[in-house]
């Protein structure tokens, strides 16, 4: 079921892991941001598009992780967008047919079945260059940063006042920070909360990529909280957050011990880099 959310923004929710479907209708049809998990809401997804008589004219993935790359036959062939270094990672990822094995092992095994990973990840993406989604509607703004995956990107629909948040700013999941490979992942993250910050000023509604929508009167809160956490992992403290523990983990076991994991891997990190003798 299409919810709206804020003039000219509607939702469609996911059971798995509380996942928010975007979509703006524009013109000539409506921009879908992160599709959706399970076939059969995304078919739903599909029928509500339909009866409104709207085509997707344009998809877009905030990162490239499999929950943000899906679609399904039914949307039909519209392009379908991502940040540039979020098309070159899932290229590099998705390299040949066997890959889509190996996806499936990362998808919770009592939804895998449910899960269509035929269109996975078949993004084009934009240069790095082009600020806005290009397609007939209200202009998107681009906020590209490096915190939670390679290319992540939020999204600000200035004109309706919403900011798509993709894997950031979540009530019900902790800051996961984007372990491989980058140089400094903590101050990273923390940048990237500085940007979504300054772009947050004059929004009144934030949609997180998994979680509930957020109003004007907590969106800073959100930003704090995101803070509050990575400072905590920064310093090896225990952090004060609910989203920390068994609930962070949906009472499903597919992600168990997130922010101990973190901790670990980051210490491994910071011994690895400290200088010999
Ligand atoms: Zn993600």
Redesign the pocket.
């Known amino acids: 079921m299409l919810r709206q959310v804020a003039d000219g923004v509607l939702v469609h929710a996911s059971e798995f892991c509380q996942s928010n479907a975007i979509v703006v209708p524009g013109r000539a049809g409506v921009l879908l941001i992160d599709p959706g998990v399970l076939g059969d809401e995304m078919a739903c997804l599909a029928n509500d598009l339909r009866e409104l008589g709207q085509p997707v004219a344009a998809g877009f993935s905030t990162?490239p992780?499999w929950?943000?790359l899906l679609w399904h036959a039914r949307l039909g062939a519209a392009p379908r967008y991502g940040t540039a270094r979020c098309a070159a990672t899932v290229r590099d990822r998705l390299p040949d047919a066997g890959a889509k094995a190996r996806v499936a092992q990362l998808i919770p095994p009592d939804i895998v079945e449910q899960v269509p990973l035929d269109l996975l990840g078949l993004i084009t993406g934009l240069p790095a260059e082009i600020a806005q989604i290009p397609w007939d509607g209200p202009q998107v703004r681009i906020i590209e940063h490096q915190a939670?995956?390679p290319g992540h990107a939020a999204l600000l629909i200035e004109e309706h006042g919403v900011l798509v948040a993709g894997?950031m700013l979540s009530d019900v999941l902790i800051p996961m920070l984007d372990l491989n490979g980058t140089a400094d992942p903590v101050e990273d993250y923390l940048a990237a909360l500085r940007l979504l910050e300054a772009a947050a000023g004059d929004v009144d509604v934030l949609v997180p990529g998994h979680g509930s929508i957020a109003g004007a009167d907590q969106v800073h809160a959100r930003i704090d909280q995101d803070r509050a956490y990575v400072h905590a992992l920064r310093d090896a403290g225990v952090p004060d957050d609910p989203r920390v523990g068994p609930s962070a983990t949906f009472g499903q076991d597919w992600l168990p011990g997130v922010h101990e994991g973190q901790l670990q891997r980051l210490a491994r990190r910071s011994e690895r880099d400290r200088p010999p003798g």
């Open positions: 990162h992780h929950d943000h939670h995956a894997d």
